[in-house]
């Protein structure tokens, strides 16, 4: 088992083993699949995109902001592993997407390295594709996360890392698009200046501290549009290299990210998390969830379980429980499946459902993906997406069987994905509707038999996560590691997609290289899907692009369209 940071005087043993694939990705055609939406614009150049993540606007459907990652614009830049954060915005309900290029960049002589961690220190300084190793080009940021307000304003969150000379004190920071409006992307007045939630300015603070893995919720159970904007909280990863230590924080603003209170840890009786997802109930204003993965017990070895960790703020965020509850023993997946390179984490993905019971708690869902062995896996593990659902706001967790917290595959954990012939699935994201429909995005590779190339799956249940159905939503495979870039832990694909949904849609927002497969991995005569280039124009692209789904909640994609409000119901197809 590997610790998730770069650690001094270690070792492991391991065997060597050639895995060939083909070269050439599956053209499978069935299931079909359904037309994606390009949100990225190629034209822009940059190199590549991951990370995704987006969020509707609660009095505004029709509004999406989105995020990803993205590479540096320069021919060095995935070998470098430089990048930045590109936003997207949608106005007409995710059928088209614009691309807002990098978040609130300026020219670099506005924002010299002599302004950081000051209050001139607005924003990020521009990269010139034409020069090399300038502060703008080695400038990073990275891992976005996107939130809506009752009030229609936007926020992103994003890991903020200046180029320090040894690599480390990264921050987080916070930015907010006020009243966000097509007007405003006219006049490029959109993301606000940045809003330091953590910073470490010092060389001391550097050496010691990292800032990683982060996310935030915005509480919005009050009403809407009452000029009050409920608490957002952001939580992440603080890593310690020196004590080997990763303490899961969190803080909170009352104040729309304009100041923040004290971090508080939320695993403190853990050495080592990583992770950490939140999100805020749908009903009490000073309620919060968090889970994260705990794998301090793995550095055994084989036989040695991970954990899946709760905790809960009901102040607000300013306070937490004092110890985690263990909500499931699992078997992690392995940072590179065996005979590829690009890295995978059994990262938590955390939401808020509906309230149940005579004494009304909120549902909580929870969802990773784990190593299994399985009846269709011939005696070797697979990954599989698990999910659990808590009925209480998370005192218990066996609300799909009886909760055993010590046992690996224990009975309360549901396998989402149905049968896959023994191929895995990874990366996760789960969502409930207002009526409590609970909606699962993964990656996907059932239709290929060297369970290499990846599809992209929606899996919906109607009965609170007890049975799901498959969906395949994409039309043709992807490469994980064509152009991928190249970090000091295996080639990237990303650690997290991204998933809202409604009474309508789902609205899985995800990084996909299909684009490239007739250009340059399958150049055959003719396109490999002509029908997905007559319903929408086709655009090569030898990189990770942003695409989008509506996935309409009609029984032909497990759902029902009687969910969707009878002035909505024309949007979707019969």
């Not at 610790?3 to 895995?19: C, H, L, P, Q």
């Not at 390009?38 to 987006?54: K, N, V, Y």
């Not at 695993?267 to 749908?282: H, S």
């Not at 955390?350 to 990773?368: D, M, N």
Request: one cysteine or more; glycine letters at 8%.
């Amino acid at each position: 088992q590997v610790v998730y940071f770069a650690v001094v005087n270690s070792s492991y043993t391991g065997n060597i083993r050639f895995a060939p694939r083909p070269a050439i990705p599956p053209d499978t055609d069935t299931p079909p699949g359904l037309q994606e939406i390009l949100a990225s614009d190629p034209a822009q150049g940059w190199t590549s995109r991951s990370e995704m993540h987006i969020a509707q606007n609660p009095v505004n459907p029709n509004m999406f902001v989105a995020a990803s990652k993205f590479y540096n614009r320069d021919p060095q830049a995935l070998a470098e592993y430089e990048f930045k954060i590109g936003t997207y915005v949608s106005f007409d309900r995710a059928r088209s997407w614009i691309d807002l290029g990098q978040l609130r960049t300026c020219p670099m002589a506005q924002s010299p390295p002599e302004v950081w961690f000051t209050p001139a220190h607005t924003c990020y300084p521009e990269d010139d594709p034409t020069l090399d190793g300038e502060f703008g080009e080695q400038y990073i940021t990275s891992d976005p996360w996107v939130q809506w307000d009752d009030e229609g304003n936007a926020y992103a969150m994003v890991l903020d890392s200046p180029p320090f000379a040894n690599d480390q004190g990264w921050g987080m920071t916070l930015h907010r698009w006020d009243s966000v409006s097509q007007a405003d992307v006219s006049s490029g007045n959109t993301w606000g200046p940045r809003l330091p939630i953590s910073e470490y300015p010092s060389d001391l603070e550097t050496e010691l501290f990292l800032d990683d893995k982060n996310t935030f919720a915005v509480n919005n159970a009050g009403p809407n549009g009452d000029g009050a904007t409920g608490n957002i909280v952001a939580c992440w990863g603080k890593n310690v290299p020196a004590a080997v230590k990763q303490a899961e924080v969190c803080t909170v603003s009352m104040d729309k990210g304009e100041t923040w209170s004290p971090e508080q840890p939320i695993n403190d009786v853990e050495q080592l998390g990583i992770g950490v997802g939140v999100t805020a109930d749908k009903f009490d204003p000073l309620t919060f969830y968090a889970a994260y993965l705990q794998y301090a017990t793995t550095i055994p070895g084989e036989g040695s379980p991970a954990t899946i960790e709760f905790n809960k703020s009901v102040n607000g965020g300013l306070t937490w429980l004092p110890a985690s509850t263990t909500v499931a023993a699992i078997d992690d997946i392995p940072r590179q499946f065996p005979g590829q390179s690009f890295r995978n984490l059994s990262i938590p993905i955390i939401a808020a459902g509906r309230r149940v019971g005579s004494t009304p708690l909120s549902e909580v869902y929870i969802t990773w993906a784990e190593d299994r062995i399985t009846p269709e896996s011939g005696g070797q593990k697979e990954t599989e997406i698990a999910l659990v659902r808590s009925d209480d706001g998370g005192t218990t967790w066996g609300g799909l069987g009886t909760w055993n917290p010590a046992q690996v595959g224990s009975p309360h954990i549901k396998i989402v994905n149905g049968p896959d012939s023994g191929r895995s699935q990874f990366q996760p994201y789960v969502d409930v509707t207002p009526l409590g429909q609970v909606n699962v995005f993964y990656f996907d590779r059932r239709n290929d038999p060297s369970d290499y190339y990846v599809d992209s799956y929606l899996s919906r249940s109607n009965n609170r996560g007890a049975a799901f159905t498959d969906h395949r939503l994409s039309h043709d495979a992807t490469d994980p590691e064509f152009n991928a870039p190249i970090s000091p832990s295996g080639r990237f694909f990303g650690d997290y997609q991204g998933l809202a949904v409604d009474n309508c849609f789902a609205y899985p927002f995800v990084n996909d290289t299909h684009m490239a497969n007739d250009p340059f991995l399958d150049p055959g005569p003719g396109p490999r899907d002509p029908d997905y280039h007559v319903n929408s124009p086709h655009v090569d692209s030898p990189y990770q692009e942003a695409i989008s789904w509506r996935v309409p909640n009609i029984a032909a994609f497990g759902g029902h369209a009687s969910h969707c409000p009878t002035s909505r119901r024309r949007s979707i197809p019969d």
